[in-house]
């Protein structure tokens, strides 16, 4: 039987890392939605284009191709894996993420690829708009402090300058603009199951999904 594990939940809240781990143990295919939203954010930043201006950035969509496959993210045929989270691209993609088109665009994208394969898709809408009749609905969440503390450590082992503050700085403008807007706001559906994971491990979060899953009897 084929099955869909939507996740949604605030930046830097352990989705990715959740998301790829249930794929290895599951073997199924791992759909992190963001990359798809920031890629295209990319290619209006490349091609220099005012993101607040919503007509020049749809003009935009229909010369844009994105592919995921494994780790890696490719806009029309490049790997921008890395490009995609820099600071300047994270804050550029919640501001392109508001606009109805891009969504449509995206989520059309992530529809084809769940239409053909079982997934564990990640993002902010998957359980209200994209997949809203995934059998497991999960909304990952944990304190802005422990996700701005991770985020810095990620970035610093990256070798990536920001102070913890600004990390901060940045999660909070993130949220207010993933949460207060128009279209597809981040929200936890009444279906969805809240795990807060401030003071839980990767392995222990997705050690919950996986009894859901068997509880379900979905493998
Ligand atoms: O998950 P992320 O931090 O890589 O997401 C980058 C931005 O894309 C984030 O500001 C919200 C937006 N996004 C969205 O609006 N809907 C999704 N399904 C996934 C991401």
């Given at each position: 039987m084929s099955f869909q594990i939507a996740i949604d939940g605030p930046s830097a809240s352990g989705k990715t890392e959740v998301a790829k781990k249930l794929s290895e143990i599951l073997n199924i295919t791992a759909i992190d939605t963001g990359a798809i939203y920031r890629a295209f954010t990319l290619f209006c930043l490349k091609e220099n284009v005012d993101i607040n201006d919503n007509d020049s950035v749809i003009a935009l969509i229909p010369k844009v191709e994105v592919n995921l496959s494994k780790d890696k993210v490719y806009l029309n045929g490049e790997d921008v894996s890395l490009c995609i989270r820099s600071n300047e691209v994270s804050i550029a993609t919640s501001i392109v993420a508001k606009i109805c088109e891009v969504r449509e665009f995206v989520?059309?994208?992530?529809?084809?690829?769940?239409?053909?394969?079982?997934?564990?898709?990640?993002?902010?809408?998957?359980?209200?708009?994209?997949?809203?009749?995934?059998?497991?609905?999960?909304?990952?969440?944990?304190?802005?402090?422990?996700?701005?503390?991770?985020?810095?450590?990620?970035?610093?082992?990256?070798?990536?300058?920001?102070?913890?503050?600004?990390?901060?700085?940045?999660?909070?403008i993130r949220d207010k603009n993933d949460i207060t807007r128009d279209v597809s706001p981040l929200v936890k559906t009444e279906d969805s199951v809240e795990i807060d994971s401030s003071d839980l491990t990767v392995d222990q979060v997705v050690k919950i999904i996986l009894d859901i899953v068997y509880e379900k009897g979905l493998v």
């Amino acid at each position: 039987m084929s099955f869909q594990i939507a996740i949604d939940g605030p930046s830097a809240s352990g989705k990715t890392e959740v998301a790829k781990k249930l794929s290895e143990i599951l073997n199924i295919t791992a759909i992190d939605t963001g990359a798809i939203y920031r890629a295209f954010t990319l290619f209006c930043l490349k091609e220099n284009v005012d993101i607040n201006d919503n007509d020049s950035v749809i003009a935009l969509i229909p010369k844009v191709e994105v592919n995921l496959s494994k780790d890696k993210v490719y806009l029309n045929g490049e790997d921008v894996s890395l490009c995609i989270r820099s600071n300047e691209v994270s804050i550029a993609t919640s501001i392109v993420a508001k606009i109805c088109e891009v969504r449509e665009f995206v989520s059309s994208i992530q529809r084809k690829i769940a239409n053909s394969t079982n997934v564990v898709m990640q993002g902010r809408d998957i359980t209200s708009v994209v997949l809203p009749n995934a059998q497991i609905k999960i909304f990952l969440t944990a304190s802005i402090e422990v996700r701005a503390k991770r985020r810095f450590l990620e970035m610093q082992a990256k070798g990536q300058n920001d102070t913890y503050e600004e990390v901060l700085e940045n999660l909070k403008i993130r949220d207010k603009n993933d949460i207060t807007r128009d279209v597809s706001p981040l929200v936890k559906t009444e279906d969805s199951v809240e795990i807060d994971s401030s003071d839980l491990t990767v392995d222990q979060v997705v050690k919950i999904i996986l009894d859901i899953v068997y509880e379900k009897g979905l493998v």
